[in-house]
């Protein structure tokens, strides 16, 4: 079946520690991450912004994670005390709530995939399925 996909990459800069780390990442530090979320469907739809089925996502839906966390997003925040309990604050878990916050923002059929960077050399993604 034909699909459309769209990608969009954003960044936002946060605080965080891991917890029980043995080692630096165990110590308050940030990083500016960067984000390439994915979304893949056959069936166009309408978005909070426009009323016509002409879109897979919106991207400003998609990009929701880089407004300020004042504002809803994650954007100069410190990630352990927004992220809620069950998720740790590496990058696998870090994609794993956007992925998660994301889908709830979204029609159903959308297939996403959410990746995650800390550094230039270090990637985790997570996806439907
Ligand atoms: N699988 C994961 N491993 C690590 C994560 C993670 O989220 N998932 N996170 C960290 C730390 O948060 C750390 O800040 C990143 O550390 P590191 O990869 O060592 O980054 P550096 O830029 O400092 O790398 P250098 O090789 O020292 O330049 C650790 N591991
Ligand atoms: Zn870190």
Redesign the pocket.
């Known amino acids: 079946m034909p699909k459309w996909t769209l990608q969009t990459e954003f960044h936002f800069s946060a605080a965080h520690q891991?917890k029980d780390y043995d080692g630096p990442?165990g110590r308050l530090?940030g990083?500016t991450y960067q984000v390439r979320i994915e979304a893949k469907t056959a069936k166009l739809n309408p978005s909070e912004f426009c009323p016509h089925p002409v879109m897979v996502a919106d991207f400003r839906t998609l990009r929701w994670a880089k407004r300020d966390v004042e504002k809803g997003g994650l954007d100069h925040c410190y990630l352990n005390e927004v992220l809620p309990e069950g998720y740790a604050t590496?990058?696998?878990m870090i994609a794993k709530y956007i992925y998660d916050k994301t889908k709830e923002m979204l029609p159903d059929g959308i297939v996403l995939k959410v990746a995650v960077s800390?550094?230039p050399n270090?990637w985790?993604e997570y996806e439907d399925d």
């Open positions: 891991i990442c530090h990083h590496t990058a696998e800390e550094t270090s985790a």
